[in-house]
């Protein structure tokens, strides 16, 4: 049996209205939190990947080679998280679709590969239709979900993300720890806090 085809959607089209100018350039040590994100992604065992920009996608366009992953704009970036995932999903399911998608964001800095290939191998050897990753008491982003739930992905609204789904489908769904997953950055103390 062949492995399962995976994409990853990088959801990258906030604001960061709580930082105060875009998270996507943030630096972490000597990279942005996008390139952290791209680096992630680029060497994650899968078939596809694509980052969604929005918000100010011109100024971050010039902080990373645009041929280092395929780039879509959302218009429609304003009317919240979903419409970005939706966006992401249709561009991989365009022309030579995915079995599975993995969803992550830019603000995550410590998710690496490694995890990223962690959630695709709990996969195959779980069969679940959920795989998301669990920390700080909660579980959430990056998460794997299998083409069964790539409707319902579809027809999330505002700031819904995959969490709802995976909250409402939980007898298919399955944890893999990663602590660090916990620390993301949305102030300006949040970005001291990860450079100390």
């Known amino acids: 049996m062949s492995s399962p085809?995976?994409?990853i959607i990088i959801v990258a089209a906030g604001e960061s209205s709580r930082?105060?100018?875009?998270k996507q350039i943030a630096k972490y040590q000597d990279k942005t939190l996008l390139q952290w994100a791209i680096d992630a992604a680029n060497g994650?065992?899968?078939a596809k990947r694509v980052l969604v920009l929005g918000a100010f996608k011109?100024?971050?366009k010039k902080t990373f080679s645009g041929a280092s992953i395929p780039n879509i704009p959302n218009p429609n970036w304003e009317k919240g998280m979903a419409s970005t995932?939706?966006?992401?999903?249709e561009y991989l399911q365009?022309?030579?679709p995915v079995d599975q998608v993995i969803i992550m964001l830019c603000d995550q800095p410590f998710v690496d590969s490694k995890i990223l290939n962690k959630l695709i191998t709990s996969q195959q050897k779980t069969g679940k239709g959920i795989i998301?990753?669990?920390y700080a008491k909660t579980f959430g982003v990056p998460i794997l979900f299998t083409e069964k739930y790539f409707d319902e992905l579809m027809t999330l609204t505002g700031d819904e993300g995959g969490k709802k789904i995976a909250?409402?489908?939980?007898e298919d769904l399955e944890l893999v720890v990663f602590p660090k997953g916990k620390t993301d950055v949305d102030t300006e103390a949040d970005l001291r806090d990860l450079n100390l």
């Open 19 to 22: 930082l105060g100018y875009p």
């Open 44 to 46: 994650a065992d899968v």
């Open 5 to 7: 085809k995976t994409g």
């Open 58 to 60: 011109d100024e971050i």
């Open 167 to 170: 909250m409402a489908n939980e």
């Open 85 to 89: 995932l939706v966006k992401g999903l």
């Open 132 to 134: 998301a990753c669990k």
């Open 94 to 96: 365009k022309i030579d």
